[in-house]
């Protein structure tokens, strides 16, 4: 039976596949949900300085071809998410974590991120720079010059792995760009991609979200391209030393298979979690093996972003 397994920088996973940041992870009964199923590790709602109730309802949509959300980062506060993961750390049979963070401006993340150092946390922190949706706060990650001192500051204090969350890039000056700037720090990973921000929805006459007139994060079929070019963009650019994590279009082993052919060491799985539930990440892995059986692959490493181009 050919393996699944993955890491990303000391950790070791069992399956590639987990939760994307956002679906599934908002309180500690549905992380234990994705803590029992198939996938190999979960990632947290990303937490905020403080708790938040997020934009009116309704503010997520199932569409034909994936997801339109405009949650406005709701969660219950950073310091539930990191106790609760240092309580699983505790635990012999625990999987390892991402804990996913971000605050409503420089100076909260680094409150944040001075708590976690100083804490018993001992995983990985996904620091999220591409939330799209809180009113009057724009992607970090699409502003190199904030994103670059948002990182120089923190690695002046931060000692523990860390990866970034991305949004997604649509221009190969901004590829080289944002390569650029990540190459300079000591990440761990960097995940690609967030969703495809600020998209419209329109069902007959009127949008199917309420914050920000229907504007919202686009997830699904509709992000698969994105999403592939994002991982492969990156895994080419950046230090061997920065893992990719890839995120995007996710439903299938097809689709899983694809994301590590274009370099990508673990695959998160949002809007297909959000419509089928945790059973999927069964159904995906058990896909992804049959791929690897039909075409000889043992591990991940025989294929991994080994990706053909046409001479
Ligand atoms: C939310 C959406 C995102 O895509 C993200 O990265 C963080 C938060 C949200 O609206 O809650």
Same mark, same amino acid.
């Given at each position: ?8 920088? #000391? ?43 997020? #934009? ?64 018993? *946390? ?19 990650? *699409? ?18 792995? /860390? ?5 997604? *890039? ?51 079929? *509709? ?64 896909? /992804? ?17 080994? /990706?053909?181009?046409?001479?």
């Amino acid at each position: 039976m050919p393996s699944t397994a993955t890491t990303i920088g #000391n950790f070791a996973f069992d399956n590639c596949l987990m939760n994307a940041a956002g679906v599934y992870c908002m309180t500690r009964q549905e992380l234990d949900e994705i803590e029992a199923s198939a996938a190999g590790s979960f990632v947290t709602k990303t937490g905020t300085l403080e708790e938040r109730q997020g #934009n009116p309802e309704p503010r997520y949509s199932d569409t034909a071809l994936g997801s339109i959300n405009s949650m406005g980062l709701p969660n219950l506060g950073f310091q539930y998410y990191l106790d609760y993961v240092i309580e699983l750390q505790d635990q012999p049979q625990s999987k390892n974590h991402f804990l996913s963070l971000v605050g409503l401006s420089p100076e909260e993340t680094h409150i944040i991120l001075k708590a976690v150092q100083a804490s018993e *946390y001992q995983g990985l922190v996904e620091l999220n720079l591409s939330c799209p949706n809180v009113p009057g706060k724009p992607q970090i990650a *699409y502003d190199f010059e904030t994103t670059e001192s948002i990182l120089s500051e923190v690695f002046s204090y931060f000692t523990k792995p /860390l990866g970034v969350k991305l949004p997604p *890039y649509f221009d190969i000056v901004h590829f080289d760009q944002a390569a650029a700037v990540f190459n300079k720090y000591p990440l761990v990973f960097v995940n690609c991609i967030n969703s495809i921000g600020n998209g419209l929805v329109i069902e007959d006459e009127t949008v199917v979200i309420k914050p920000k007139n229907g504007f919202g994060g686009i997830g699904g079929d *509709y992000v698969k391209p994105t999403a592939l070019a994002n991982v492969h963009a990156f895994y080419q650019r950046l230090n061997p030393s920065i893992q990719i994590i890839g995120t995007g279009g996710v439903k299938s082993g097809r689709d899983a298979f694809e994301h590590i052919l274009c370099g990508a060491s673990m695959v998160q799985i949002g809007t297909a979690l959000h419509q089928e539930g945790p059973s999927i990440f069964e159904r995906i892995t058990n896909e /992804l093996k049959a791929i690897m059986i039909e075409k000889g692959y043992q591990s991940l490493e025989d294929f991994r972003g080994k /990706l053909h181009y046409i001479n």
